[in-house]
């Protein structure tokens, strides 16, 4: 047998066949089916080239941060952890895990841990859907709904959200949403409050939806907000069905109310079996060491938690009613962030708000383009947001 040198293979390679380009599209052309539908997340404007340019002055209202930050104890336990960064963090959570379950009232093996919640929905179609199966979601539901049924393959089912006249308008239909499973659904995705509309739905329709979802149908409640809700809006969570449903699930995040969005911890609860498959999946150290310890901080800081969310339920009323004063379509929310109808104009309106280093998040994604969902921030943020819009529509 004579060796082959590098240079004669390349030279055979290319009498054998026509190099591929391998650009995008041929990179595609070897990608999973559900791949190839998906488009790379839009992060919308460049917001670090944006910060440079207003020079610390540019208000974020279009990512519903917290704007009042995470619990001091958070950022404790993140300055302890600074001596240990070249270990490997806790792969099983255990710490936190605990601290979750007794927060929750639940077991340890009820709970699997996210690099964000985001990670868990997308992780949830790839494990349940794929190929030949449906998923179904709310029009105007979460966008990570749409992006975790195309990438596992399945194919959308999409049930008409409710009417404009209706008292949550374009919220959850859930009878249109149990009318939109057929044999081949797998999952559900709901999300309560919902991003970007801001509605919500009572445990009683919840309960008598889940009695219309067949057994073998697993539905996945999505409550990043569920912290932010006034206690007497029975936009309640789902966790006291859970003992009834083992097919229903919820995912929560530290992320919005927590005020840890850059630290990217989300966690699920579930049955253990379901846990127990999903953890298949779970990259071993998916949560971070820095993370751990500030999420398990943050969550015993129940009084910095209240005081945040009673300042946002209180911004949330005035800037809803500043809004209305000003002729706005506002949606009704339970969350960090109110849905309004600009019309037509809505896209020269939220440049011009650009200019003024005001940055809202723009809908044409979600086939809302005469929309923008704003951020409620601080008291002092609001006022400047209400300044720059009144400049702006004048
Ligand atoms: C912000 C948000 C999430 C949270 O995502 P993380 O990955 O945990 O930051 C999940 N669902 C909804 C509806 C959201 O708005």
Same mark, same amino acid.
């Given at each position: 047998?004579?060796?082959?040198?590098?240079?004669?293979?390349?030279?055979?390679?290319?009498?054998?066949?026509?190099?591929?380009?391998?650009?995008?599209?041929?990179?595609?052309?070897?990608?999973?089916?559900?791949?190839?539908?998906?488009?790379?997340?839009?992060?919308?404007?460049?917001?670090?080239?944006?910060?440079?340019?207003?020079?610390?002055?540019?208000?974020?209202?279009?990512?519903?941060?917290?704007?009042?930050?995470?619990?001091?104890?958070?950022?404790?336990?993140?300055?302890?952890?600074?001596?240990?960064?070249?270990?490997?963090?806790?792969?099983?959570?255990?710490?936190?895990?605990?601290?979750?379950?007794?927060?929750?009232?639940?077991?340890?093996?009820?709970?699997?841990?996210?690099?964000?919640?985001?990670?868990?929905?997308?992780?949830?179609?790839?494990?349940?859907?794929?190929?030949?199966?449906?998923?179904?979601?709310?029009?105007? +539901?979460?966008?990570?709904? @749409?992006? =975790?049924?195309?990438?596992?393959? $399945? !194919?959308?089912? &999409?049930?008409? /959200?409710? *009417?404009?006249?209706?008292?949550?308008?374009? +919220?959850?239909?859930?009878? @249109?949403? =149990?009318?939109?499973?057929?044999? $081949? !659904?797998?999952? &559900?995705?709901? /999300?309560? *409050?919902?991003?970007?509309?801001?509605?919500?739905?009572?445990?009683?329709?919840?309960? =008598?939806?889940?009695?219309?979802?067949?057994?073998?149908?697993?539905?996945?409640?999505?409550?990043?907000?569920?912290?932010?809700?006034?206690?007497?809006?029975?936009?309640?969570? =789902?966790?006291?069905?859970?003992?009834?449903?083992?097919?229903?699930?919820?995912?929560?995040?530290?992320?919005?109310?927590?005020?840890?969005?850059?630290?990217?911890?989300?966690?699920?609860?579930?049955?253990?079996?379901?846990?127990?498959?999903?953890?298949?999946?779970?990259?071993?150290?998916?949560?971070?060491?820095?993370?751990?310890?500030?999420?398990?901080?943050?969550?015993?800081?129940?009084?910095?938690?209240?005081?945040?969310?009673?300042?946002?339920?209180?911004?949330?009323?005035?800037?809803?009613?500043?809004?209305?004063?000003?002729?706005?379509?506002?949606?009704?929310?339970?969350?960090?962030?109110?849905?309004?109808?600009?019309?037509?104009?809505?896209?020269?309106?939220?440049?011009?708000?650009?200019?003024?280093?005001?940055?809202?998040?723009?809908?044409?994604?979600?086939?809302?383009?005469?929309?923008?969902?704003?951020?409620?921030?601080?008291?002092?943020?609001?006022?400047?947001?209400?300044?720059?819009?009144?400049?702006?529509?004048?």
């Amino acid at each position: 047998m004579t060796a082959v040198s590098p240079a004669s293979t390349r030279e055979q390679g290319e009498t054998l066949a026509e190099r591929p380009a391998y650009d995008e599209a041929w990179f595609e052309s070897r990608a999973t089916a559900g791949l190839r539908g998906l488009r790379a997340y839009d992060p919308g404007h460049d917001l670090v080239a944006l910060r440079r340019r207003f020079d610390a002055q540019l208000l974020e209202l279009g990512s519903n941060e917290n704007p009042y930050g995470p619990s001091p104890a958070a950022c404790e336990a993140v300055a302890g952890q600074l001596d240990a960064l070249h270990r490997y963090p806790d792969p099983l959570g255990a710490d936190f895990k605990r601290a979750l379950a007794a927060t929750h009232g639940v077991d340890t093996t009820q709970i699997l841990l996210g690099n964000g919640s985001h990670e868990l929905l997308m992780q949830l179609a790839q494990v349940f859907a794929g190929p030949g199966t449906e998923v179904v979601f709310s029009r105007y +539901g979460f966008a990570a709904f @749409a992006l =975790a049924t195309m990438a596992s393959g $399945a !194919t959308l089912r &999409v049930a008409e /959200a409710l *009417p404009r006249t209706s008292t949550m308008p374009l +919220g959850h239909d859930l009878d @249109a949403i =149990a009318a939109a499973i057929t044999p $081949a !659904t797998r999952l &559900v995705y709901l /999300a309560n *409050p919902n991003n970007p509309t801001g509605t919500w739905f009572g445990r009683a329709p919840l309960a =008598a939806f889940m009695a219309r979802v067949p057994l073998d149908v697993i539905v996945v409640m999505d409550e990043a907000y569920a912290e932010m809700a006034d206690a007497d809006a029975d936009a309640a969570s =789902a966790l006291p069905l859970l003992p009834a449903h083992p097919n229903l699930l919820l995912t929560r995040t530290f992320s919005k109310a927590y005020g840890l969005a850059g630290l990217r911890v989300g966690y699920l609860i579930g049955a253990p079996g379901l846990v127990a498959v999903m953890e298949r999946i779970r990259e071993s150290f998916n949560v971070n060491g820095p993370a751990l310890a500030a999420c398990e901080a943050a969550l015993g800081d129940t009084e910095h938690l209240q005081w945040a969310c009673a300042r946002n339920a209180e911004q949330r009323v005035a800037l809803t009613h500043a809004l209305h004063a000003r002729g706005l379509v506002v949606l009704p929310s339970q969350t960090n962030f109110v849905l309004v109808e600009f019309g037509p104009r809505t896209a020269a309106i939220e440049a011009a708000l650009i200019e003024r280093g005001v940055v809202l998040r723009p809908m044409g994604g979600y086939g809302l383009p005469d929309w923008l969902r704003i951020t409620v921030g601080t008291a002092e943020d609001n006022r400047r947001l209400l300044a720059a819009l009144d400049a702006v529509l004048a």
